[in-house]
């Protein structure tokens, strides 16, 4: 995604993006979090088959997990009004997982950061204003944080703030320091990850 891409260039390195072209769909009674996790994988993984030299490839999901129920990306005006609707007054946890392989070195690596977001009471006022303005669409949850959807919440619990946008870059940072590749130690034009 757009935000994933903007969070990744602060580490300053050079790197590519692919779509993995996944089916994103829940499996039967799969959990948000496994979800979120599951994904990530499989999106690292499925770009990854497209590399034969050494390449760091970076994979990431985000699930709202409100009570039990996964909610992703609505896509459109009305889904992101139901979303909001229910999420109104609700504590809700995203989980961002993330993916972090090394096709030669055998390596795959994953964490995952949760944030918990307490949203405000919102009037269906409230919320159509909001998203006509932001048309959060293709945000998990309909409320970019980064945006105007930070006035829908009361307040957020997290331990990397990059997190509820879209790639948690503490635990990613980590993964690739793990992986070989520290991107405060190598040059800012030697290649860099690839990410899913």
């Known amino acids: 995604s757009r935000y994933r891409r903007e969070l990744l260039a602060r580490l300053g390195q050079p790197f590519e993006t692919r779509s993995p072209d ?3 769909t829940p499996l039967h009674g799969e959990t948000p979090l496994a979800l979120a996790c599951r994904l990530a994988q499989a999106k690292a993984l499925a770009v990854a088959r497209g590399f034969d030299d050494d390449v760091i490839v970076i994979g990431s999901d985000q699930v709202a997990d409100l009570a039990g129920r996964a909610l992703g990306k609505p896509g459109h005006h009305a889904a992101a009004t139901e979303q909001l609707r229910a999420l109104s007054g609700q504590v809700v946890r995203f989980h961002t997982a993330v993916c972090v392989t090394r096709p030669r070195t055998h390596q795959v690596l994953e964490a995952v950061d949760s944030v918990t977001v307490q949203f405000r009471t919102l009037t269906d006022e409230t919320i159509e204003t909001y998203l006509l303005r932001e ?3 293709d945000c998990a949850g309909s409320a970019k944080c ?3 959807g930070i006035v829908l ?3 957020i619990d997290s331990n990397d703030p990059t997190a509820l946008v879209g ?3 503490i635990a990613t940072s980590r993964l690739l320091r ?3 590749w520290d991107p405060l130690m190598a040059p800012s034009s030697e290649a860099g ?3 899913g």
């Open 193 to 195: 990850c690839t990410h």
């Open 146 to 148: 980064e945006g105007l």
């Open 178 to 180: 793990e992986v070989g």
């Open 22 to 24: 996944l089916d994103e």
């Open 167 to 169: 790639l948690p870059l």
């Open 135 to 137: 048309q959060p669409y």
């Open 153 to 155: 919440l009361e307040r």
